[in-house]
């Protein structure tokens, strides 16, 4: 048993209960068995994850069929909890003990063992009724003498799980709780019926109805921002392409033929409400978009960092090299922005398509790409042995090709992939690497390749982009074009303009890998002379390599560097990385504001102040100050900046920071300073 990821477990919490109405009378814990992961994680009526244990299901999969040895989908309750002070390793048969006990020996049969939690289906012509019933196909949750299977499909129909976590379920667990299995679920139609996007505004959001639209579908929205009369131009963008925004009262649900959710919903909004009444399907963005994957030839970028820049290099490769592709992603990408699109979303002509898979809650393995691609590993949302495990599982459902990163916490996936990097191990292998201000260089098969983007970590956005575009058939001369010509992405270490000799630029770096890479990139360009790369492009950050490069030496010029963390749990979690980072990162000369932490709402305890942190980090010698307002920091900048010092402005999710750094820019230009 472990704890399961908050974010993932109310990702869980919003599909399962989306997936039907919870069953009638009193229940304390909601069961959901995340098929896809292979993993069963107890929550509580809030939505909170308490346990997470590996679970087996079936081999042939999941389906309700009497006779077809699947997991049945949906959702049923507990019915029966039998085996109550039965000896671990008890062999029940028939749902009876049979006196015999399990000691760990090796045999081929599988046995029923420690406790049976039998299910009841509650979805007619799903899990209940004729040929499709679960409980008449004696579907239950037991422990297995196959324990060293967990973790992946092995069952006959039933869900396993080890001796020791179900008897510790069992106990926790009573007699009508409800139980969702979660397999792949079936997704309405897009083609053919209005979709309604509740949380409109969102980037990930708004693509998919974007994408919906372009496609030739329909779909409307609404968001809380729009209804407060704000982010009038991102609305107007929507309503220009056809998407409807309406109120977010419920009164679009009337004709939907699907809401489409994220795990930021809460059930409370009246859409949701709207959708359960009149019993119009309810569908995860994450179920959206494993949709749209399934329906194209796929490429799904997912990695702690640098998803966004290697999608937006993709498809500029594949559209420079005439394959006309589609991308649904998360960044802004300045390409389509310069044709008056949000730019987060365009469908081509080709059945190619490019995406980000998010592994930051586990939504990933939903995806089976044609090429899966995993640029590395590093400490972010989760553990760093939970996204690896999350991981392994894309990896199995790439369909034609996998492509990874050459980092060592990889090589698990390494084998019969294709490995992009600087180092000797690569198969596509950059090599007589050179760094400049704004850009780079860099070969790969005697192919010599330029970007306009500065820094280490976007060569190896490039090579990893190289890799994507060759496993579907691009020859690697027809790409060096389009990269060379890359307009990047926005916030990805975007400048924003120069003034009084001090350039801004605005980037969307917030965890230590991402800053570490953003402060040696503007480490490298402070100081390179006045408006050093007008009009370039931008690309966010990936991990560092180690791969020795030419050209990245100090130019002189201080980083003054703003962060502004969001949210308390994130920050929580990250907190003695971020003092490191900081702390190792900044050079004696460089300094650092660090704003208070982003809120965007929920129920994170508000328990400390980026002050706090910022007293860590300055007790390990960097000069570090805490912002107590924007307005204070706007004119502390104006003082201390001086001609040949590069203003980093870094921070996520929240949209006003980008006119922050703009307001930076602006205060910059009108007065005198140091």
């Not at 929550?43 to 069929?65: F, H, K, M, N, W």
């Not at 963008?237 to 809460?266: C, F, K, M, N, Y």
């Not at 003092?579 to 208070?596: H, N």
């Not at 204070?632 to 040949?644: D, H, P, S, V």
Request: glycine share 12%.
């Amino acid at each position: 048993m472990t704890m399961p990821d908050p974010q993932r477990a109310r990702t869980l919490f919003t599909m399962a209960l989306a997936r039907a109405s919870a069953p009638p009378g009193p229940w304390r814990h909601l069961l959901v068995v995340d098929a896809p992961r292979q993993r069963l994680v107890l929550l509580d009526r809030q939505g909170e994850g308490l346990a997470e244990y590996p679970v087996s299901t079936a081999a042939a999969g999941i389906g309700g069929e009497a006779g077809s040895f699947r997991t049945p989908p949906g959702l049923h309750r507990v019915h029966a909890l039998i085996g109550a002070g039965e000896p671990p390793g008890a062999v029940f048969a028939s749902r009876e003990p049979t006196g015999e006990v399990w000691h760990g020996e090796e045999r081929d049969d599988d046995l029923i063992l420690s406790r049976v939690i039998t299910l009841e289906g509650l979805e007619d012509g799903v899990n209940r009724g004729p040929g499709r019933d679960s409980l008449e196909r004696y579907i239950y949750l037991h422990g297995t003498n196959h324990e060293e299977a967990l973790g992946e499909p092995a069952s006959h129909g039933c869900i396993r799980l080890g001796n020791a976590d179900v008897i510790e379920l069992f106990d926790r667990v009573a007699e009508g709780d409800p139980v969702v299995v979660l397999g792949e679920v079936p997704v309405p139609d897009w083609h053919g019926g209005r979709f309604h996007y509740a949380g409109l505004g969102g980037s990930g959001m708004s693509a998919l109805a974007q994408f919906q639209v372009m496609r030739g579908g329909t779909a409307s929205g609404s968001d809380r921002a729009f209804d407060r009369g704000e982010r009038a131009e991102a609305r107007a963008q929507l309503e220009r392409l056809g998407i409807q925004v309406t109120p977010q009262d419920g009164s679009a649900l009337e004709g939907a033929a699907a809401l489409v959710v994220s795990t930021a919903v809460e059930r409370g909004v009246a859409d949701y409400a709207a959708a359960r009444r009149l019993g119009v399907p309810i569908v995860h963005r994450s179920e959206l978009l494993a949709r749209f994957v399934a329906d194209h030839r796929a490429i799904a970028v997912t990695g702690t960092s640098g998803k966004s820049t290697v999608v937006a290099m993709v498809f500029e490769i594949l559209r420079g090299a005439g394959r006309d592709p589609s991308v649904i992603t998360g960044g802004d990408l300045v390409l389509l922005q310069r044709q008056g699109l949000w730019g987060n979303a365009w469908a081509g002509r080709s059945d190619l398509l490019v995406v980000e898979a998010d592994e930051s809650d586990g939504s990933v393995v939903c995806y089976e790409p044609a090429v899966g691609v995993v640029l590395n590993l590093q400490r972010d949302h989760r553990e760093m042995d939970e996204v690896a495990a999350t991981f392994r599982a894309f990896r199995g459902r790439a369909r034609e090709s996998f492509v990874v990163g050459e980092g060592a916490n990889l090589a698990s996936l390494a084998d019969g992939a294709t490995v992009f990097g600087l180092g000797p191990g690569a198969g596509v292998r950059g090599v007589d690497v050179a760094l400049e201000p704004c850009g780079a260089a860099f070969t790969v098969e005697d192919v010599r390749f330029t970007l306009p983007v500065p820094g280490r970590h976007n060569v190896e956005n490039a090579l990893a982009a190289i890799a994507a575009c060759r496993a579907v058939d691009v020859p690697l001369a027809e790409m060096a074009a389009p990269l060379a010509r890359f307009q990047g992405v926005g916030r990805r270490f975007q400048s924003l303009g120069t003034a009084r000799g001090v350039e801004v630029v605005d980037d969307f770096a917030h965890n230590p890998a991402k800053i570490a890479a953003a402060l040696a990139t503007a480490q490298a360009r402070a100081g390179a002379g006045p408006s050093p790369c007008a009009g370039q492009a931008a690309g966010e950050a990936v991990a560092e390599s180690g791969a020795a490069v030419a050209g990245a030496g100090p130019r002189g010029g201080r980083v003054l560097a703003v962060y502004q963390p969001h949210g308390y749990g994130p920050t929580r979690f990250l907190r003695r990385d971020f003092v490191e980072t900081f702390a190792t990162a900044l050079r004696p000369a460089d300094l650092l504001w660090m704003l208070e932490v982003f809120y965007a709402g929920g129920t994170a305890s508000r328990d400390f102040s980026a002050a706090d942190i910022v007293a860590e980090i300055a007790a390990r010698g960097a000069t570090a100050e805490f912002a107590s307002s924007r307005e204070w920091l706007i004119e502390r900048i104006a003082t201390e900046a001086r001609t040949g010092d590069l203003v980093l402005v870094m921070g996520a999710r929240d949209p006003s920071l980008t006119q922050l750094a703009r307001d930076v820019l602006a205060r910059l230009g009108t007065g005198s300073g140091a």
